[in-house]
């Protein structure tokens, strides 16, 4: 009997092994987690949030902390929304250390606030927002006003096997100010502290990142000013301008971020400088990381023709509005300048994106408002809700941000939607704030079931 069993296993067990197909799968892990109620939080509790809007193979601890399964290479952003006239004051943690924090007040009003890390994550290490430790806040949501978002994805697994089309390992890095600075020379900004730098790409004495291999990249920035004082940057590839983030509030510090999807060729450079003729102020300290820079490489192309080979299948677009527009225009913005559209699944004239393949995507969105006016956005998957960007900064341009990851079956389509309230984006040639990027992460096929 023993014998048996032992051979039947000997025979199982290789076939198990074999239906992964090597060089090609990873567990996929991403969630979005939201806040529908206004939520109170006391000096360093952890947000617990109260909404699921995605979560696929993340475990999380009883406090709402993330814990990794998979070791690698993880992507997070979160944003928060507080209630009238009270300051939000957040940070994310990996364990014990700090990675990121956000700060936003605007007298009188809501005020939104931001930011994103790559981080390398081993087996039990916790990723979690928590207030800071000084400060009791009030969040401000609603069932269908969801503002305070935290998002994370895996962007690849330390035990992938690589192939001929996803030839290079991790790429990733995450630049955090902790000083102050003051730049009025347009020179570029300085993230002096590298908590992550897989494949040494980024260089924290010069702040700029040099892509080791050909491929898509996602980058996203933000910082805080001083307060009274402007933040105005603007993120460059190969000394080309493409994308930039504004924020003044008078009597505060001002909160601004944005993101961009890029294809880059090997030793192409990005960094993010202060725009001429303006005095920027960013606020840093050796606790407080609100000036931030990071990146990671997506996927791999062998020529970046996106025709995805293989198993790897590459969808990724990221859209900027170069013009000033309103929700008369709407329901949906239409954004006018392409960065990259790997795949067609973006649709520029009718600013939506149909899934071609099944899939876990992840979307950021971002806007800045005309000067004095509201920007009310609303993501939507299908036809369904799935969160928002609210900005507004009397006498000044208010920023925005949120983002999801969602789990899209062929066809599905997520779209930008401005047509439930006054909303005016402003945006110019050179003043490209509002922004809409997504890609995927995990193709799910048929034989591939997402499980957990
Ligand atoms: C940055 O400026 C703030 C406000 O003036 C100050 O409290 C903080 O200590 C400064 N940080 C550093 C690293 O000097």
Redesign the pocket.
């Known amino acids: 009997m023993a014998a048996n069993w032992i051979i039947l296993l000997l025979v199982v067990i290789p076939l198990v092994v074999q239906s992964q197909e090597p060089g090609s799968f990873q567990t996929p892990t991403a969630f979005t987690k939201g806040q529908t109620a206004n939520l109170h939080l006391t000096k360093g509790e952890i947000i617990p949030f109260n909404k699921r809007i995605t979560e696929i193979g993340a475990n999380f601890g009883v406090s709402g902390s993330f814990i990794c399964q998979t070791p690698g290479l993880y992507a997070f952003t979160f944003y928060g929304l507080t209630e009238q006239n009270w300051e939000l004051w957040l940070e994310m943690m990996k364990n014990d250390e700090l990675v990121a924090s956000i700060y936003g007040y605007t007298y009188a009003d809501y005020a939104d606030a931001g930011n994103a890390a790559i981080l390398h994550l081993n087996v039990g290490d916790k990723v979690y927002l928590k207030a800071h430790d000084d400060y009791d806040q009030t969040l401000y949501g609603q069932g269908d006003q969801i503002y305070t978002t935290f998002t994370g994805e895996l962007l690849f697994a330390d035990n992938v096997e690589l192939d001929a089309v996803n030839s290079y390992g991790a790429v990733g890095f995450s630049g955090v100010m902790?000083?102050?600075a003051s730049i009025s020379d347009g020179s570029a900004v300085i993230y002096n502290k590298a908590i992550t730098n897989m494949g040494n790409a980024y260089d924290p004495t010069t702040g700029t990142f040099t892509a080791p291999v050909e491929g898509a990249y996602l980058f996203h920035f933000h910082s805080l000013s001083?307060s009274d004082e402007e933040a105005w940057l603007e993120l460059f590839h190969n000394g080309q301008y493409v994308v930039a983030s504004y924020g003044y509030t008078v009597g505060s510090y001002a909160d601004s971020g944005n993101s961009v999807v890029l294809h880059l060729k090997k030793g192409d450079t990005i960094n993010v400088k202060a725009r001429p003729g303006t005095d920027v102020k960013l606020?840093?300290?050796?606790d407080e990381y609100y000036t931030t820079f990071c990146g990671a490489l997506l996927s791999p192309t062998v020529h970046g023709s996106g025709s995805g080979q293989g198993n790897q299948q590459e969808i990724a677009f990221s859209v900027g509005l170069t013009h000033n527009e309103d929700s008369t225009n709407g329901p949906r913005v239409v954004f006018d300048r392409v960065f990259i559209n790997l795949g067609q699944n973006f649709n520029i004239y009718t600013g939506t994106f149909t899934a071609s393949v099944g899939g876990i995507y992840a979307f950021h969105y971002h806007a800045l408002g005309q000067k004095g006016q509201e920007v009310w956005m609303e993501l939507y998957h299908n036809y369904i809700y799935v969160n928002s960007l609210y900005s507004h900064t009397s006498g000044s341009y208010g920023p925005g941000s949120n983002s999801a990851v969602l789990e899209l079956v062929a066809g599905d389509t997520v779209y930008l939607d401005i047509k439930h309230h006054d909303t005016y984006l402003y945006g110019g040639g050179d003043e490209v704030y509002s922004t809409f990027s997504g890609y995927l992460l995990s193709p799910i096929s048929s034989t591939h079931p997402v499980v957990g």
């Not at 606020?283 to 050796?286: A, L, N, Q, V």
């Open positions: 902790t000083v102050n001083h606020y840093g300290d050796s």
